[in-house]
């Protein structure tokens, strides 16, 4: 039979415009957030991350924000490459800073970024 | 270029059969984890451990998963009997413990059972 998978999100892009991916979280107790990039065939790669305290942070090419009010996530990607096109990962750590699920990540379901040259 | 490394990076395997993954984190890292991608349920969270120790195994199905820390070298995921259901991408990551958020993760593990 057929099977059924995630429907992940999509979003395209030409080269140059900036992007704007969004995620939702469920904790309100989360610690911190992180936005992870994952291109075909590897492993997911660390782009970002943004601790509850916090509402904005900049990186290269890269803002994330944070609204706790509505729990929600947003990676804005600046003059977008084709070398972005990925899926991308928020996740959110639900442990407290110096417990034991200090570390442990859960991830949302991603979201594909296509990027046309 | 310090990496994690994971062991084998293609896995096809006869139901019933032993599986066993292999990662190496980064040397120095103290936090290990061992996560399952699918279409299905995305990125999950299997096995967690802290100074080799397991923190956090939850998500883990116990009846035929373990997950081991050996030294501080050597991280396994071993799956006996493997299922046709156990088919997917099994990531390892390490991350250099409290306070740093970043979390490096291997290339995966594809295992595919038949």
């Known amino acids: 039979g057929e099977s059924v998978g995630l429907h992940l999100p999509t979003l395209s892009v030409q080269e140059g415009d900036n992007s704007i991916i969004n995620c939702a979280y469920s904790n309100s107790a989360s610690d911190y957030f992180i936005w992870y990039k994952q291109e075909s065939g590897k492993g997911p790669q660390f782009i970002i991350d943004i601790r509850s305290n916090m509402d904005k942070r900049q990186g290269q090419r890269v803002t994330v924000l944070l609204n706790k009010t509505v729990k929600h996530l947003s990676l804005q990607i600046a003059a977008t490459q084709p070398g972005d096109s990925a899926v991308y990962f928020c996740a959110e750590n639900r442990g407290g800073a110096g417990g034991t699920s200090y570390g442990k990540l859960t991830f949302g379901q991603g979201t594909i970024l296509t990027v046309h040259p | 270029d310090a990496r994690v490394t994971q062991t084998p990076r293609h896995k096809v395997t006869e139901m019933g059969q032993e599986v066993t993954m292999r990662c190496q984190p980064i040397l120095g890292h103290n936090t290990v984890f061992w996560y399952r991608q699918t279409m299905m349920q995305g990125l999950e969270l299997l096995a967690y451990?802290?100074?080799?120790?397991?923190?956090?195994d939850s998500g883990m199905p116990k009846d035929r998963f373990s997950a081991e820390m050996p030294d501080a070298t050597l991280a396994t995921l071993k799956i006996q009997p493997s299922e046709p259901r156990d088919s997917a991408v099994y990531f390892c990551?390490?991350?250099?413990?409290?306070?740093?958020?970043?979390?490096?993760f291997g290339q995966g593990t594809r295992l595919t059972v038949v």
């Open positions: 451990f802290r100074n080799r120790a397991p923190l956090d």
């Open positions: 990551a390490s991350g250099s413990g409290q306070g740093n958020t970043e979390a490096f």
